[in-house]
T-cell receptor, first 111, second 114 residues
Framework: QQQVKQSPQSLIVQKGGISIINCAYE??????FPWYQQFPGKGPALLIA?????SEKKEGRFTISFNKSAKQFSLHIMDSQPGDSATYFC??????????FGPGTSLSVIP | NAGVMQNPRHLVRRRGQEARLRCSPM?????VYWYRQLPEEGLKFMVY????????ESGMPKERFSAEFPKEGPSILRIQQVVRGDSAAYFC????????????FGQGTRLTVV
């Protein structure tokens, strides 16, 4: 019930394309859904986050779509750039508790 | 305002030795979380601490692992009698309070057991 599922495991997108990463959860007590970006050899960095009372949140080229009834949420990266190549983790937490991470998606943006 | 500081960045230990990993949270942050990341895998929660208190240690192995966050000084993750399977990247994150779930991560300590 604490698990967060994430797909795909890896993703190759051409420069300028849209990268889409999907996540799903079971525990309806989760009330905070962050996305983290991690470059090799670095710690995860918070990219964007959403709470379940909002269906969509956009920050620059990054958009989270949230479907509360389906218990699913996704990250869209518009106009993907080679500099976006990294591993992306969706995550969930509740009541300021520990953050549960998905297994990660390795994104490669090719010129 | 410095970020979350972890040291050492790299640590090599022989089997059976002890490993001590340090984490200094961001200024004003009193909540610390430790995560372990195995190669090509996601981050697995280990322990959540507040100053002088362990709040949630449900992800900590029952033996050889311990954590503390004293009133003064950094948080310490201690691994006794290390084995090869302990080789991983260990990340620390901090947040200002329980209600604020925005956690900031350090650069991690990469432990190699030889």
């Amino acid at each position: 019930q604490q698990q967060v599922k994430q797909s795909p495991q890896s993703l190759i997108v051409q420069k300028g394309g849209i990268s889409i990463i999907n996540c799903a959860y079971e525990n309806t007590a989760f009330d905070y859904f962050p996305w983290y970006q991690q470059f090799p050899g670095k710690g995860p960095a918070l990219l964007i986050a959403i709470r379940p009372d909002v269906s969509e949140k956009k920050e620059g080229r990054f958009t989270i779509s949230f479907n509360k009834s389906a218990k699913q949420f996704s990250l869209h990266i518009m106009d993907s750039q080679p500099g976006d190549s990294a591993t992306y983790f969706c995550a969930a937490s509740f009541s300021g508790n520990k953050v549960i991470f998905g297994p990660g998606t390795s994104l490669s943006v090719i010129p | 305002n410095a970020g979350v500081m972890q040291n050492p960045r790299h640590l090599v230990r022989r089997r059976g030795q002890e490993a001590r990993l340090r984490c200094s949270p961001m200024k004003g942050h009193s909540h610390v979380y430790w995560y372990r990341q195995l190669p090509e895998e996601g981050l697995k929660f280990m322990v959540y601490l507040q100053k002088e208190n362990i709040i949630d240690e449900s992800g900590m192995p029952k033996e050889r692992f311990s954590a503390e966050f004293p009133k003064e000084g950094p948080s310490i993750l201690r691994i006794q009698q290390v084995v090869r399977g302990d080789s991983a990247a260990y990340f620390c994150a901090s947040s200002p309070d329980r209600a604020n779930t925005e956690a900031f991560f350090g650069q991690g300590t990469r432990l190699t057991v030889v």
